[in-house]
C-alpha cells in the first residue's frame, strides 16, 4: 500500500527557513517520480518541484520559476524520504504542501497530477 506522510511544515517569518520531508512507503524512493506541489488560499495546486527516478544516480530536478535558486529538492534513499529544502521564504509562498508520487521515472509532464498523494503540511510566512 503506498503512502506519503508529509511533515515538517509551520509559521515562519520572511526570509526564514524551513524543511518538509515526505516520508514513503509502498515503494522506493529512487523509483519513482516525486514531486512537491502547493496551494494557497483560494487558488489552485501548482508545481513547485520535482525529482525524477533514479537507479544509483542523483536523479534530475525540476523546479516552479518562483522558487528557483530558493528551494532545493532531494532524496535520501536509507529513509526513503524526499525533501523541499526552502530558503528566503516569502509570504507568497504560504500555502498547503502536498507531495506526489508517480510510477515513471522521468518529471515529464508532473505539472499534470499524481498517481499518489500525501495530505500536506501547512506552510506560514509571516512576521
Known amino acids: 500500500q503506498v503512502q506519503l506522510v508529509e511533515s515538517g511544515g509551520g509559521l515562519v517569518p520572511p526570509g526564514g527557513s524551513l524543511r518538509l520531508s515526505c516520508a514513503v512507503s509502498?515503494?522506493?524512493?529512487?523509483?519513482?517520480?516525486i514531486a512537491w506541489f502547493r496551494q494557497a488560499p483560494g487558488k489552485e495546486r501548482e508545481g513547485v518541484s520535482c525529482i525524477s527516478a533514479s537507479t544509483g544516480s542523483v536523479g534530475s530536478t525540476h523546479y516552479l520559476e518562483s522558487v528557483k535558486g530558493r528551494f532545493t529538492i532531494s532524496r535520501d534513499n536509507a529513509k526513503n524520504t524526499v525533501y523541499l529544502q526552502m530558503n528566503t521564504l516569502k509570504p507568497e509562498d504560504t500555502a498547503v504542501y502536498y507531495c506526489?508520487?508517480?510510477?515513471?521515472?522521468?518529471?515529464?509532464?508532473?505539472?499534470?497530477?499524481?498517481?499518489?498523494w500525501g495530505k500536506g503540511t501547512l506552510v506560514t510566512v509571516s512576521s
Open positions: 509502498g515503494f522506493t524512493v529512487d523509483s519513482y517520480r
Open positions: 506526489g508520487a508517480s510510477p515513471y521515472l522521468l518529471c515529464s509532464g508532473w505539472r499534470d497530477g499524481m498517481n499518489y
